[in-house]
């Protein structure tokens, strides 16, 4: 197939590119940067020059390429302080609404037939009962209100890839609580990291903010039962504790 990657230079773009050529397909990644196309070359992709924000460079990349799949893994999350985060995810919110919206219409426009889109199950459920949820549990009537612009732009990913009756949401068997696979992260991938210090909610409210708060205690997993169900769909790693040791 023929397979356009929106952030094929990304951290999971440089990991997808490559697996997807050596799959047999032919890959055609996006870059904002003429000086990347280089690193697309030798990923395998034909590079495309093109900024997700502006819809006629989009439509223009989309219509000459044809692919039969779009996979989008555009963000612009950069350093993230847990205090501000309205302001470190606005442009990442920008790719996940406007950005979706220009290459839906433009795949529309040229008869792409399917579209693969990440969203965060996490930063969504409601934040009270079990701790793994499915797209039948409720999400969070009273987000955060720094989290209320990254939920919206989350849901608007979700609710236009989903509208378009092209994709399912998809997810690992063993969600786990922040506090259990951070410092397990740290210790197996010996990132150099210190292992993680817990601190009483009044210390972290104080140097995390609200969102840095509920982001490392509240936050549910989501459950992969449906597309086990209906698409025999199986992860290569059914656990992060298998996927981190592997990483
Ligand atoms: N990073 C995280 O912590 C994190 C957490 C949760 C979920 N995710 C999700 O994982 C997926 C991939 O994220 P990642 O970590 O691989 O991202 P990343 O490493 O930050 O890469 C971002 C990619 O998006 C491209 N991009 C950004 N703005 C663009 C624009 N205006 N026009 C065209 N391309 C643009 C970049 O291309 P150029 O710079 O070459 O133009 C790059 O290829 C996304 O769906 C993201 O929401 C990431």
């Known amino acids: 197939m023929r397979v356009f990657v929106a952030g094929a230079t990304g951290a999971i773009g440089k990991q997808l590119v490559p697996r997807l050529v050596a799959a047999g397909h032919e890959v055609h990644g996006m870059t904002r940067s003429q000086s990347r196309q280089a690193l697309l070359h030798d990923l395998g992709a034909v590079p495309v020059v093109a900024d997700a924000l502006d819809p006629d460079q989009v439509a223009e990349a989309l219509a000459r390429v044809k692919p039969d799949v779009i996979v989008h893994q555009l963000t612009a999350i950069g350093a993230v302080d847990t205090r501000h985060m309205e302001r470190d995810?606005?442009?990442?919110?920008?790719?996940?609404?406007?950005?979706?919206?220009?290459?839906?219409?433009?795949?529309?426009?040229?008869?792409?037939?399917?579209?693969?889109?990440?969203?965060?199950g996490a930063f969504v459920y409601a934040r009270s009962g079990g701790a793994v949820k499915s797209e039948e549990d409720p999400l969070d009537p009273t987000p955060v209100r720094k989290m209320r612009a990254i939920i919206a732009a989350l849901r608007h990913l979700e609710g236009a890839v989903l509208g378009a009756d092209w994709t399912q949401g998809i997810v690992l068997d063993d969600p786990a609580r922040v506090a259990e696979w951070l410092p397990a992260l740290?210790?197996?991938?010996?990132?150099?990291?210190?292992?993680?210090?817990?601190?009483?909610?009044?210390?972290?409210?104080?140097?995390?903010?609200?969102?840095?708060?509920?982001?490392?205690?509240?936050?549910?997993?989501?459950?992969?039962?449906?597309?086990?169900?209906?698409?025999?769909?199986?992860?290569?790693?059914?656990?992060?504790?298998?996927?981190?040791?592997?990483?």
């Open 89 to 120: 995810f606005a442009p990442t919110n920008r790719l996940r609404t406007e950005g979706t919206d220009h290459l839906l219409s433009a795949a529309q426009a040229v008869g792409v037939r399917r579209f693969v889109a990440q969203s965060n």
């Open 186 to 247: 740290a210790l197996a991938q010996a990132l150099g990291a210190k292992k993680p210090r817990r601190v009483p909610l009044l210390i972290g409210r104080l140097f995390a903010g609200e969102c840095g708060v509920q982001m490392m205690t509240e936050l549910r997993g989501a459950s992969n039962a449906k597309a086990k169900r209906e698409l025999a769909w199986r992860p290569a790693h059914t656990s992060w504790r298998q996927g981190f040791a592997a990483a």
